[in-house]
């Protein structure tokens, strides 16, 4: 087995880290990951002060990142991470269909995760899927803004990686959960800030086929549209 110590962030940053920081509580980190909704200028301090190699996806509310993206850190919604043989790959944005960064609908949702599908194949699947919004009907809000993405499910039923860590619902919100289980994968909202430990088999991945592979997701995701509420998607 491999195992990552890893620090989780979203959606609001800790005051304890910002004006507290004691490096002695960030000992052994391997890897930081941001959920989203986060400001640039806090996850370039995290990367530089806890000295780990931060991976970040674009909340609804990091607009500025496209003109500031945050220094010295890696955004998964370009390409695949792998840190000591664990591959991240990640997606940002909430539902919405309004007109602004990183507000997307299912079906826009659905294309980014086709358009990633060769990715995937090349790298032999993915063990931690990182995301702003949790998939459809897991954690996820009751309004459209807050509702999940069914393209996600229909990404953990196939490749059933061991973690998807997400943020957007912060646990006040009325149907957020801290800790999911959706088949083999444990699904973490990542709000606010806490250290845990990835662990993954440890294997030599196979290259997959992308049409196979890309014909069982769509079938997949098919199933997952017609299994939700029209409202959700």
Known sequence: MISLRALVVADQ????????????????????????????S???????MVAAPLLYVPGNHDAAYLHEPPEGCEDLTNRMVT????????????????PQPFHYTEREVARRVARRIPEICTHGGFDVLVTHAPPLGIGDGEDRFHKGFGAYNALLKQFQPRYHLHGHQHMNYKGATKHSVYGQTQIINGYGYHIMELVVPRRKPAR??????RYEWG??????????SPAGL
């Open 13 to 40: 940053e800790s005051k304890f880290i910002w004006e507290h920081f004691d490096r002695s509580r960030f000992r052994g980190i391997d890897v930081i990951v941001s959920c989203g909704d986060l400001k640039a």
């Open 42 to 48: 806090y996850l370039s301090f995290l990367t530089t």
């Open 83 to 98: 840190i000591k043989g664990v591959r991240f790959i990640g997606f940002g944005g909430a539902n919405s269909s309004t």
């Open 208 to 213: 997959l086929s992308y049409i196979k592979t």
């Open 219 to 228: 079938k997949i995701y098919a199933g997952q549209l017609s299994a939700a």
